[in-house]
């Protein structure tokens, strides 16, 4: 599916911004993005991280509240072991908006699998 070139509405809104492994236009608004670090403070240093999930995730799900739930293993710092790093984005159409990210050792509920790495 194909996707206009991203446009950066700037630091100041969106202090995390990222694409998805379609080319989708993920983004986390500043005001959940800074409650959430409050909450889990080494999320302020997993930028490269929760990019690397959206990009080339292991597992995609469509969760029951209509979000999308992506996970990937390997990208955490090895205190962590073999957790999945999940992320979970709210769709707006073709704008995501990440309302949640942390490390998991499971797979949460889900409705169905959009994509699963091989």
Same mark, same amino acid.
């Given at each position: 599916?194909?996707? &206009?070139? !991203?446009?950066?509405?700037?630091?100041?809104?969106?202090?995390?911004?990222?694409? @998805?492994?379609?080319? !989708?236009?993920?983004?986390?608004?500043?005001?959940?993005?800074?409650?959430?670090?409050?909450?889990?403070?080494?999320? @302020?240093?997993?930028?490269?991280?929760?990019?690397?999930?959206?990009?080339?995730?292991?597992?995609?799900?469509?969760? &029951?509240?209509?979000?999308?739930?992506?996970?990937?293993?390997?990208?955490? &710092?090895?205190?962590?072991?073999?957790?999945?790093?999940?992320? +979970?984005?709210?769709?707006?159409? !073709?704008?995501? @908006? +990440?309302?949640?990210?942390? &490390?998991?050792?499971?797979?949460?509920?889900?409705?169905?699998? +959009?994509?699963?790495?091989?």
């Amino acid at each position: 599916m194909g996707y &206009p070139a !991203a446009v950066s509405c700037g630091n100041g809104l969106y202090p995390f911004q990222a694409t @998805d492994y379609e080319g !989708a236009w993920i983004r986390w608004q500043r005001r959940g993005y800074e409650s959430h670090v409050r909450k889990r403070p080494e999320i @302020d240093e997993w930028h490269d991280e929760i990019q690397k999930t959206l990009a080339d995730p292991s597992v995609v799900v469509e969760l &029951p509240d209509g979000g999308r739930g992506y996970y990937r293993q390997g990208v955490l &710092p090895t205190r962590y072991g073999t957790c999945y790093l999940f992320v +979970v984005v709210r769709w707006n159409g !073709a704008l995501g @908006d +990440v309302a949640t990210a942390f &490390p998991t050792d499971e797979i949460k509920p889900f409705v169905r699998i +959009v994509r699963m790495s091989k």
